[in-house]
């Protein structure tokens, strides 16, 4: 898959425009909840490798289109007689879902924010899922979306893009209102996720299953340079 220099160049001045403003929600955000999501996924977006499929999507079967892709692979690596486990993750994406010729597609964009925002969720993430009537498996799509929506909320996406994602992401929750919930912005996981009420230094909370994940670099994959704080 060989993208242009030009697709490129645009992919990578979009990805640091992104990380930029996911700092500044980072910094901003009160509830401490969001906080630690964002932080996840602000990590996703400046470490995780992009493979471009070529395509318009990367399967279709009865059950719908997949258009993205958030994959891992574990394996362990012997160092020094040491077996390490290590997991990898990647994004999958098809390269004319995310372009229209040499810029972002944005219908493209809003399934590459739905895939960076699949990251390590805090157990209130769950505990909001199970309130809300959805179940407990659920939670790595709701929270992938409402992230995602929240995020591209904040870049120049058009919002009738943002809309028709959320339409269309709505075959995967059953009898649960999540278009209406989300476009109305009632139930909002502000409200949803409580911040604590004392002024003490929130707890940070132990993400599920928290692994440190060691990310090499892809093959054909635009990497950035490293961000630094202004
Ligand atoms: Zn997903």
């Keep these: 898959m060989v993208l242009t220099s030009q697709?490129?160049?645009?992919?990578?001045?979009?990805?640091?425009?992104?990380?930029?403003?996911?700092?500044?929600?980072?910094?901003?955000?009160?509830?401490?909840?969001i906080r630690l999501m964002l932080g996840h996924v602000l990590r996703n977006v400046v470490l995780l490798p992009i493979h471009f499929r070529e395509g318009h999507y990367l399967s279709a079967n009865e059950s719908g289109v997949t258009f993205g892709e958030n994959v891992k692979r574990s394996f362990i690596e012997e160092s020094n007689g040491m077996r390490v486990p290590h997991l990898e993750s990647a994004i999958r994406v098809p390269s004319e879902h995310l372009f229209k010729?040499?810029?972002?597609?944005?219908?493209?964009?809003?399934?590459?924010?739905?895939?960076?925002?699949?990251?390590?969720?805090?157990?209130?993430?769950?505990?909001?899922?199970?309130?809300?009537?959805?179940p407990y498996h659920m939670a790595d799509e709701?929270?992938?979306?409402?992230?995602?929506?929240?995020?591209?909320?904040?870049?120049?996406?058009?919002?009738?893009?943002?809309?028709?994602?959320?339409?269309?992401r709505q075959a995967n929750y059953g009898g649960y209102p999540f278009a209406r919930a989300v476009i109305e912005g009632r139930r909002t996981v502000e409200r949803e996720l409580p911040v604590p009420?004392?002024?003490?230094a929130p707890r940070e909370e132990r993400p599920r299953n928290f692994i440190e994940i060691p990310v090499k670099r892809a093959e054909g994959t635009?990497?950035?340079?490293?961000?630094?704080?202004?």
Excluded: W
């Design 7 to 33: 697709q490129i160049t645009n992919f990578n001045v979009f990805r640091v425009r992104l990380a930029t403003s996911l700092r500044k929600m980072y910094d901003r955000e009160a509830n401490p909840h």
């Design 101 to 134: 010729g040499n810029n972002l597609n944005p219908a493209g964009v809003m399934t590459l924010l739905h895939e960076y925002s699949h990251i390590v969720l805090p157990t209130t993430a769950y505990r909001y899922t199970k309130r809300i009537g959805l």
């Design 142 to 168: 709701l929270f992938a979306d409402l992230l995602a929506v929240r995020i591209a909320n904040r870049t120049s996406i058009p919002k009738r893009h943002i809309q028709s994602h959320i339409i269309r």
């Design 197 to 200: 009420r004392r002024q003490t």
């Design 222 to 230: 635009p990497f950035l340079p490293h961000l630094r704080r202004r």
